[in-house]
């Protein structure tokens, strides 16, 4: 409100300047515009709490969500369903979870690291619906390790001691030349020695005529920041200056009024893998060329924002009025009118009023076209820390036999020493001796604050928090100039250009889509009947649990079916559409594959910076310093046997088969333990017919369209449009056999086909006999994937497993690791339950997803009746995501630990309170 008032008062006093009316209340009123924004489109962020930091095959991973309104960084009730993704490192999806947000903002869930997840890199992704509008980056986002070990020691019969890291297996990611529907990720690593060298101009672009400051970032081809020196050269090939990376591969340097072109060299390296330029040309970056337009300069000191603002010759003899905002995040700072001439104007935004965080500098002209922008930095103040709890976290021990209690106690207070009563609180506890990695992730405020305010990945946020002096205000800045991101520009929060809420705030579960004409014009079949009835579906089989509903599609076909009631799992759901009550053939498209575009990997993420176990986080003493004394209440359980009991053995008596021929073998999981690469042909299947697709497609058409090229529409969403016309592509050729289709697709060298899934193993050439199994069951040898493929009916088939040659290169120790002994054979799994989803005249069959059930963590309880057993060697001893302090602001959890010897304690807590205060401790 005071930084509203101060940008009033300066509007008032500009008035009374000699300067046009209009031009000014223009101004202000596309201010006033672009305060309004965030009242009517305003935007929501995502925390995860992890209970670790690096997982084992078969682990279960636990987080809690906290979801807050991104102006204001307090928990929001404006969505109220939650997205969490696991994607694999080619972007294939392993897991999707549909959370229930409280009143609070908060969910919490676990996803279970069990087949098809296998060792490797996996980003988790968590997203309201809402949050889609503005693309991927403002979803979060982290990636995990999951490791392999030559069997899981939660597995073993006898587990060892600890598992050393090079006792642990995970594979390096492999290169993807082709961004398809089946491998979504982008893969932009080229060679380590490489260089990938990006110029960021102060203020969005090179201005001609004007000196200007340039940031930069300099990597290798896989990402890793890299020190080398840059050569500037002058056109003529003049040296014109030289700069040297300062923080994670990024620095800037000035460059003079009188540059024109030029460019940059690092070394002998070639830059940004100009492959199709040859000679030295490859090893020579041309600047960004310059434009007519306005510098902005910004230089954040203790009395406020300095900044500079010089226009180029063109435009500085039309002496423009223009208007200069702060926004932080959403919010309005301040607002000031400016006139451009010859020389360059100076001004000063006071401190006050600025908020902490990033802040937003906008130039803008009377028509609201953003000129010029800036983000910076401004330290924290005493009205911000006023937003961060301090914890007292306490233990009953230092060290624990193992079995025994232990007691965490955790005391909130805030910045005035008061008592933080009902903060929902997220606890994880490990045992110290199972890290593998670093367990710190920045904590809620460095994400909130810095690391949602940026695009890509920051290495350790919280590093940028550990001191407020120059040298680190330096590294926010050169970190907010080089991968600073907006959510919204100017030109749209002002009304510029225009901005469309494409998916909707869901405050329930929502079925919305359009019914089409059976025919392939995609003719909307309007004012129809349609009803939903669906039942709880689990384990291959239909339990009670139902849901049901009706409507009328309007003009354009649509419908939308909301839930008043919280359906929990999965529910194969039938659509009835009725015409004068009659039943009628039509292509019903369900609107729910709006999952952002993925993010590509680098090798920063991938790095795996060991555990340090005496490392302890800045500001935390030591845990000698942080102990009680309690005293052991917990109850004890005896069991007494009051007599001799008598065994009698009894021989079990054969009754026969036991399953059937959908789990002969150990059914899909036997054939996805043997490979990374499989389809999942039941949710391809109902991700074409939710296209409003003709159900008549082969498989041959499916992995066609698994390998269409990718393009993506303004949103981040893939382009429904391409799909379709593949299909359409596919339907035209269908005079052609399986085995002519895959020979044409390699004469074409066309990487959507074959190659795309087979990666050169199954080339039809005869190198490979390939073994085909049906649910496990031997059926067929052939040289030809085509002629295998024609076994698979998209209605009947659950999943098609491809084995390759199973030989993967270890990141750890850089060895040669084949996953399993098979080799070359596709693994087909059918439907056990494929009649209930064909599509009849008037009705058609969807797998919908409710809010995925809960799960609770088990923690054994020694003093009752679970056993002590060396099999115990839990890592997380104990997750507790739901733990409220009370009047006094304490909370405590209480468990067992595990089978080690000596074992420490790793705590993290994370939680918020109603009035947006952050907890954040580790």
Not at 165 to 185: D, F, K, V, W
Not at 626 to 641: A, G, Y
Request: aromatic share 10%; with cysteine; hydrophobic share 35%.
């Amino acid at each position: 409100m005071r930084n509203l008032l101060f940008a009033v008062m300066l509007l008032l006093a500009l008035v009374g300047k000699a300067q046009p009316t209009s031009d000014v209340e223009a101004l202000f009123a596309k201010f006033k515009a672009a305060a309004r924004f965030d009242y009517d489109f305003p935007r929501e962020k995502v925390y995860l709490h992890l209970d670790n930091s690096a997982y084992l095959e078969g682990d279960t991973l636990w987080y809690k969500a906290y979801v807050v309104r991104a102006s204001s960084l307090k928990p929001t009730t404006l969505s109220r369903v939650l997205y969490v993704e696991l994607n694999d490192a080619d972007g294939q999806q392993m897991c999707k979870q549909l959370l229930k947000l409280d009143s609070m903002g908060t969910a919490d869930g676990a996803m279970s690291l069990a087949m098809p997840v296998h060792a490797g890199y996996y980003e988790i992704r968590a997203y309201t619906r809402e949050m889609v509008n503005w693309g991927e980056a403002a979803c979060y986002s982290r990636v995990i390790p999951v490791f392999a070990v030559g069997t899981n020691p939660q597995k073993k019969s006898v587990a060892p001691a600890q598992a050393d890291i090079t006792q642990l297996y995970i594979p390096s990611i492999e290169r993807n030349t082709h961004l398809s529907l089946a491998c979504p990720r982008p893969y932009s690593m080229t060679k380590s020695d490489d260089r990938m060298l990006t110029f960021y101009p102060e203020g969005g672009n090179r201005i001609s005529g004007v000196g200007q400051r340039l940031a930069f970032k300099l990597t290798d081809g896989r990402g890793n920041p890299v020190d080398d020196t840059i050569s500037v050269y002058r056109a003529d090939g003049s040296l014109a200056l030289t700069a040297q990376p300062e923080h994670e591969g990024m620095g800037d340097f000035d460059l003079p009024a009188g540059f024109d072109n030029g460019y940059a060299t690092v070394g002998g390296h070639h830059l940004n893998v100009q492959r199709k330029v040859k000679g030295n040309e490859r090893k020579q970056l041309p600047l960004p060329d310059a434009v007519q337009g306005y510098a902005l300069t910004a230089d954040v000191t203790a009395e406020g924002v300095d900044v500079v603002v010089t226009a180029s010759d063109s435009l500085a003899r039309l002496d423009n009025l223009l208007g200069l905002a702060v926004f932080n995040r959403e919010n309005v700072c301040y607002f000031d009118t400016l006139t451009m001439g010859v020389e360059p104007v100076e001004l000063l935004v006071p401190q006050r009023a600025l908020r902490g965080g990033v802040n937003r500098l906008e130039l803008f002209g009377a028509d609201g076209r953003s000129l010029a922008n800036r983000l910076f930095w401004v330290p924290l103040d005493h009205a911000d820390t006023l937003r961060m709890a301090t914890l007292d976290v306490r233990q009953n021990a230092a060290e624990y036999d193992p079995f025994s209690p232990a007691v965490v106690t955790i005391k909130a207070v805030d910045a005035n020493k008061r008592p933080v009563s009902g903060a929902m609180m997220s606890v994880a506890v490990r045992d110290e001796q199972g890290n593998i990695t670093q367990t710190a992730d920045g904590g809620m405020a460095a994400n909130l604050l810095l690391a949602s305010e940026v695009r890509g990945y920051i290495n350790r946020p919280d590093l940028y928090f550990v001191r407020n002096d120059a040298a680190h205000r330096r590294m926010l800045d050169l970190l907010l100039r080089v991968q600073g991101w907006q959510a919204n520009t100017f030109d749209v929060m002002c009304g510029r250009d225009t901005f469309k809420l494409r998916q909707p705030i869901e405050d329930k579960l929502i079925v919305r889509g359009t019914v089409y004409r059976d025919n392939n014009k995609r003719q909307p079949y309007a004012g129809v009947s349609l009803d939903l009835r669906g039942y709880r579906y689990a384990g291959n089989a239909l339990t009670g649990e139902g849901i049901e509903g009706a409507t009328v599609t309007d003009a354009q076909g649509r419908f939308a079916f909301e839930s008043n009631v919280d359906f929990v799992g999965e529910y194969l759901t039938q659509f009835s559409l009725r015409e004068n009550n009659k039943r009628r053939w039509s292509r019903l498209a369900i609107d729910r594959w709006f999952e952002p575009r993925l993010r590509p990997l680098f090798a920063p993420q991938m790095n795996l910076p060991l555990y340090q176990p005496t490392q302890v986080p800045a500001g935390v003493p030591p845990v000698e310093d942080r102990l009680f004394e309690w005293k052991d209440t917990l109850q004890r359980v005896v069991v007494n046997i009051s007599g001799t009991a008598e065994v009698v053995a009894r021989a079990r008596k054969y009754k026969g088969f036991t399953g059937n021929r959908y789990t002969y073998g150990g059914g899909e999981r036997n054939g996805l333990s043997k490979t990374q690469h499989y389809i999942n042909v039941q949710k391809t299947w109902e991700h074409i017919k939710d296209l409003g697709y003709d159900s008549k497609v082969e498989f041959v058409d499916v992995l066609r369209l698994l390998g269409t090229d990718l393009e993506y529409d303004r949103y981040g969403l893939v382009d429904d449009t391409r799909l379709l016309d593949e299909l359409d592509n596919a339907q035209r050729e269908k005079g052609q056999s399986a085995e002519n289709f895959w020979a044409s697709a390699d004469r074409k060298g066309d990487a959507s086909y074959a190659d795309n899934w087979f990666s050169g193993s199954y080339e039809n050439n005869g190198c490979h006999v390939i073994f085909v199994y049906m649910n496990n069951c031997f059926v067929d040898t052939t040289r030809n994937i085509g002629s295998a493929l024609m076994r698979v009916d998209c209605e009947n088939t659950k999943s098609v497993a491809f084995v390759e040659d199973n030989k993967r290169e270890s990141a750890i120790t850089g060895d040669e690791v084949r996953g399993s002994w098979a080799r070359y054979a596709v693994y087909i799994y059918e439907m056990p339950d494929a009649y209930r989803t064909n599509n009849k005249k008037g009705r058609e069959y969807r797998h919908i997803q409710g809010f995925s059930p809960t799960t609770k963590f088990y923690s054994p309880n020694y003093r009752k009746f679970d056993l002590p057993s060396e099999r115990d060697v839990r890592r997380t001893l104990m997750w507790a995501p739901r733990v409220c302090s009370d009047a006094q602001g304490s909370a405590s959890v209480v468990f067992f630990t595990n089978s080690h010897n000596g074992q420490t304690l790793d705590v993290s807590v994370r939680g918020i309170t109603a009035d947006g205060k952050f907890i954040s401790w580790n």
